[in-house]
């Protein structure tokens, strides 16, 4: 289970370490989903768990693979998302992280991530926390080459407990440093609805340990959110597709006020420098 090469931590027959639904899409926005994908490669033998394992929270971020397709559709937007479980490489995390790759997770032992030799740690991340990073950077360049703005979208979801804690948030905005008034507008925007529970950089905050948005967005100076949604409402194609529309509608409404006010800081710079040049005339 401890694959020392990138040849044997994907073996024969193993998915490419991403996918990429939606590649025509241009609107300004790119959807990532760093845990949407449960598969194990083949060599690491089910990393020593049952198939229901993989199919918890633990292993996956349950409902994001479909609300994420349902968004991408509905904003026009590109999703480029994770394959294999976070339980083989956690792709939020800076890989050199010990909880990068755990041998324990929300109380469950991880066999096959027991006593790794530094070696085979780095196998797991030349093979897919690399490849699936590399993509995303891909995408970025070549939208900031066109001459495209993009917001990136960072989508996730929560258990609705853990450790025995209720957790009574209906979606979370994460936010941190760069440039966040994106994050916080989405975060109004979704609190508009009334009926909702919004946690504001919960039920996690963006920290030390995120490792997609500050390595992609913080360093470009893009716009940003990490939205993290409760797993029970997005567990079903139903509930995935009533989340992707009050989260496209929301995304819209977040990236409109933002359009406007930049218009206006713009049209206020030139107005000013038109008033200079006439008092230099």
Not at 161 to 179: A, C, F, K, N, Y
Not at 199 to 227: K, S
Request: proline fraction near 7%.
């Amino acid at each position: 289970m401890t694959g020392g090469t990138v040849e044997s931590v994907l073996g024969p027959g193993d998915p490419a370490p991403f996918a990429l639904f939606n590649a025509a899409g241009n609107s300004p926005f790119l959807i990532t989903g760093d845990h949407a994908g449960s598969a194990v490669p083949r060599p690491l033998q089910s990393l020593g768990l049952q198939p229901d394992d993989l199919r918890r929270h633990i292993a996956i971020d349950i409902g994001v693979l479909g609300l994420g397709r349902a968004l991408a559709i509905l904003l026009k937007a590109p999703f480029l998302h994770q394959v294999y479980s976070r339980l083989v490489i956690d792709c939020n995390r800076l890989p050199t992280r010990p909880d990068a790759i755990p041998e324990i997770s929300d109380g469950t032992p991880i066999p096959g991530n027991r006593r790794l030799t530094e070696r085979s740690r780095t196998a797991r991340a030349a093979a897919i926390h690399g490849p699936y990073h590399a993509a995303i950077a891909t995408l970025l360049d070549a939208r900031h080459a066109a001459g495209e703005e993009t917001i990136l979208l960072s989508l996730h979801s929560f258990t609705p407990t853990l450790d025995g804690v209720t957790r009574p948030w209906d979606v979370g905005v994460l936010h941190g440093s760069g440039r966040n008034d994106f994050a916080l507008g989405l975060r109004d925007a979704l609190g508009e609805r009334s009926e909702l529970t919004i946690g504001d950089n919960e039920p996690y905050a963006m920290d030390e340990t995120d490792y997609t948005v500050p390595f992609h967005a913080f360093a470009r100076n893009l716009r940003y959110a990490e939205i993290e949604v409760r797993q029970d409402l997005i567990a079903s194609p139903s509930g995935q597709k009533a989340w992707a529309t009050h989260l496209a509608e929301a995304v819209r409404r977040a990236a409109g006020v933002l359009s406007m006010r930049d218009r206006s800081a713009q049209e206020t710079l030139a107005s000013g420098q038109e008033s200079i040049r006439r008092g230099r005339a």
